[in-house]
C-alpha cells in the first residue's frame, strides 16, 4: 500500500489548509509578548485585537502601528498597506473569497474600497497603471467608546501611493475620480495641478488620501519626497506666506541634521494649503540598530513633546519574530519571520513650532512563492525573505 501521509507534499498541504483562514490577528498575537508594555496596554491592545481579527493574514505583509510619543496612554492606531502585485488588492475586490467580503457587504466604507479594488484589478483602468499601493488607517487611540472603536474600524482613513512616473494631469483626474468613489468634496482640479506643478525639481507625490475618521474635513492630504535640501526654502516662501515660511525654514533645517531625509504632509483645501504641515523622519533603512534614533528621539524627550518612556519604547520596539512551524506556509507563500523596524518618526509643525510627534512602527511578513523554493531549501535559508524585507 502507497503511503504519503508524512511526505513533504502531503505536510505542506496539511500547512496550506490550516493557515487558509489565518488573520492579521494570527500576526498581531505572535508579535505581541515583543511589543513594549510602555507604547501598548492591556486596553490598547483589545482595540488593535478588534479590528485585526477582521482581515486576512494575506491581504497586507507591511503593516504597522502609529503611536503619539507625548501621550501616557499606552493605546496606539494601526495601519495597513495593500501592494499592487500581491494577494491584497484581489482580496479586497472580492476576487478570493476571504474575511473581506463580510466587511465589504456590510459597511458602506468598505464597499467603495471594493469598488476601488475592482478598478485597481482592471488592467485597462487608470487606478491599474497609475495606483500603486492602498493604506488604510484605523484610528483607535483617540477613540472615546466602544462605538468609536467601531466607527473607526467600519471607516478607516484612506490613501494611495501614485506610480513615480505619473504627471501633474493624470494625478490630478486619478485624484478625482478617487474621492469621488468615496462621496468627498474635492478642491478643485486647477488648485490639484497648481500645488503639483509647485514641486522642486524630482519632488515627488508619494501618498495621497484623506482621514474619513475625523470629524473636522482636513481636505486632501498630500505627502510629497525627494525635496532636495537646497529647494526647501524656495518651495515653501511660493506657498506659504512670508510669516508661515519663516517659521517652519529653520524647524526643519534643525530637524533635518539628525535623520536621513524628510518628506512632507500637507492638506489642500478649497482655500488653498491649510496652515501647519508634516514632517516625515527618516534613517538608514537597512540598518539593523535602532540607535540611529536616538539624538532625534532624545531631542524631542528635551522638547517635552516625547514622554521619556515613549523614547524607551520606541527604541525597544526593533527585532525579528520568528514564525511558529504551522503558520510559515500560508496558500502557496512561505513565511519565515515577522521583522519588527522603527519606520518613521513624524512632527507637526504649526504656529511656528512643533505641535506633536508620533513615531510609526513597521510590521513586515515578506513571503516567498513556494513555487520559487527547490524542495532541499524550503525552511533552511532565510536568505531571500531578508532581502525581501530590506527592499521595502
Not at 496612554?73 to 475586490?93: S, V, W
Not at 472580492?94 to 467580503?101: C, M, R, Y
Not at 462621496?183 to 524630482?202: E, M
Not at 498630500?222 to 511660493?238: D, E, M, P, R, Y
Request: aromatic share 8%; proline share 6%.
Amino acid at each position: 500500500m502507497n503511503c504519503t501521509c508524512n511526505s513533504p507534499a502531503a505536510g505542506n498541504q496539511k500547512a496550506r489548509e490550516g493557515a487558509k483562514g489565518q488573520k492579521i490577528l494570527d500576526i498581531l498575537n505572535s508579535i505581541q509578548p515583543d511589543l513594549p508594555a510602555r507604547l501598548l496596554d492591556g486596553e490598547g491592545l483589545q482595540r488593535l485585537v478588534r479590528a485585526a481579527k477582521l482581515l486576512p493574514a494575506e491581504m497586507s505583509t507591511f503593516w504597522g502601528f502609529e503611536t503619539r510619543l507625548g501621550d501616557p496612554q499606552a493605546l496606539m492606531d494601526i495601519l495597513f498597506e495593500i501592494r499592487k502585485g500581491t494577494p491584497g488588492p484581489p482580496l479586497l475586490a472580492g476576487h478570493t473569497p476571504s474575511a473581506l467580503d463580510l466587511l465589504c457587504r456590510e459597511r458602506t466604507i468598505w464597499e467603495q474600497l471594493r469598488t476601488i479594488a475592482k478598478k485597481w484589478t482592471d488592467p485597462s483602468h487608470l487606478f491599474h497603471v497609475h495606483i500603486r499601493n492602498l493604506w488604510l488607517e484605523v484610528d483607535l487611540a483617540e477613540a472615546t467608546s466602544a462605538e468609536d472603536i467601531d466607527h473607526a474600524i467600519n471607516q478607516p482613513n484612506v490613501f494611495f501611493g501614485p506610480e513615480p512616473e505619473i504627471g501633474p494631469e493624470t494625478l490630478s483626474e486619478v485624484i478625482c475620480i478617487f474621492m469621488r468613489a468615496f462621496g468627498r468634496s474635492i478642491p478643485r482640479r486647477s488648485a490639484i495641478q497648481n500645488f503639483l506643478y509647485t514641486l522642486p525639481q524630482d519632488a515627488q507625490v508619494f501618498q495621497v488620501g484623506f482621514m474619513l475618521t475625523r470629524k473636522e474635513d482636513l481636505g486632501l492630504r498630500l505627502c510629497v519626497n525627494k525635496v532636495a535640501s537646497q529647494h526647501i526654502t524656495s518651495w515653501f516662501g511660493s506657498i506659504f506666506s512670508d510669516s508661515e515660511a519663516d517659521f517652519m525654514k529653520p524647524l526643519i533645517h534643525s530637524t533635518a541634521d539628525r535623520c536621513e531625509l524628510l518628506t512632507f504632509g500637507f492638506n489642500l483645501t478649497e482655500n488653498g494649503i491649510a496652515p501647519g504641515i508634516g514632517v516625515e523622519c527618516y534613517q538608514d533603512w537597512t540598518k539593523n540598530s535602532s540607535e540611529q534614533w536616538r539624538p532625534l528621539l532624545e531631542e524631542l524627550v528635551d522638547k517635552k513633546l516625547c514622554l521619556p518612556e515613549k523614547a524607551r519604547g520606541v527604541l525597544a520596539y526593533q527585532g525579528i519574530t520568528q514564525s511558529p512551524l504551522p503558520e510559515r506556509i500560508t496558500g502557496d507563500m512561505l513565511y519565515l519571520h515577522t521583522y519588527r523596524k522603527i519606520h518613521h518618526l513624524k512632527l507637526t509643525l504649526a504656529n511656528g513650532t512643533i505641535s506633536q510627534a508620533k513615531a510609526y512602527l513597521a510590521v513586515s511578513r515578506p513571503g516567498m512563492p513556494l513555487t520559487h523554493i527547490s524542495p532541499d531549501r524550503a525552511g533552511t535559508s532565510n536568505t531571500d525573505a531578508n532581502q525581501a524585507w530590506l527592499s521595502i
